[in-house]
């Protein structure tokens, strides 16, 4: 295990003054579903071989621990479909306490009631599932194949053993824009909170993003309606700026990286299965951390993470309009949610 003092005496701090205390991790670019916003009906994955084991998984982001990172949050993909993820979860959650404040992952739910309780037990105490409609019909045509009542059932077992949850809902013009009260309304109901998300132009799919791009600018206006909400200072690191539902123990985040931009708070870097570092989820510029560490051990870690650092952008430049290209040609399960 490293240990958890900084002797280089480098903090993350990048070329905009901004400090890095937050990174995500990929384990795995694959997944069980093939949401229709976020992945071609037929995606080539990557080979096995080039994967980063989970053993350096875990060295690279105990490095970053050394050097000042609070937050990890594991995502994929679909992290739990990767073979012995479980592992990792233990091993990263002992430095929960010990210079990480909060370990934490992103899931579909799809498997998620048969890991809850090794979740909660190795140290995870907060994950996000994504979930962007509660009808079966609806939600089997977005996800293409799957079954709500699956990811339901995972939701509460996460629920039962103790971890708190938080629902990722995708805002989709026409396709789940009636639905979004009412999940407000169950999420209210079985004291989970919510987080809406407008759709970020990420990989080549097969259909205009366009089409279903709805901003959350409307959104809010029309709940604002029908719930009282008021701004509440609650932050867990990430881009969402928070309303409390009063009355309720539920929190209703915006994630608005088109129409409310929040690069200027950026904390965050992205590590991917393949082992690239990627300073932001709309550019394409990163450095490849894998062969640091299998060339030149720790110091060449410590250079890449360093140089990664140096070319971090100052904004993304998200656009959707009709007929543009992506920003970046990798979906967003290659680099993680």
Known sequence: MVNAENPTGRSLIDQHGRTIRYLRISVTDRCDLRCRYCMAEQMTFLPRAKLLSLDEIAIIAE????????????????????????DLVRRLGTHVGHGLDELTMTTNGTRLAEHADTLASAGIRRINVSLDSRDPERFRYITRHGDVGQVIHGILSARDAGLMIKINMVALKGLNEDEIASMLSWCISEQLDLSLIETMPLGTIDEDRIDRFLPLTTVFDRLSTEFPLVRAGHRTGGPARYWQVEGTTTRLG???????????????????????????????????????????????????????????????????????APAVGRHMSVTGG
């Open 63 to 86: 490095r970053f621990i050394a050097r000042g990172v609070t937050r990890i949050r594991l995502s994929g993909g679909e992290p739990l479909v990767r073979r012995d993820v479980a």
């Open 254 to 324: 915006l994630i608005s990286p088109l129409t409310a931009n929040f690069c200027d708070g950026c904390n965050r870097v992205r590590l991917t299965t393949e082992g690239k570092l990627y300073m932001c989820l709309g550019h394409e510029d990163q450095v490849d951390l894998k062969a640091a560490l299998r060339d030149g051990g720790v110091a060449a870690l410590d250079a890449a993470i360093d140089a990664g650092l140096a070319a971090k952008p100052a904004r993304h430049d998200f656009r959707i309009e009709a007929g543009a």
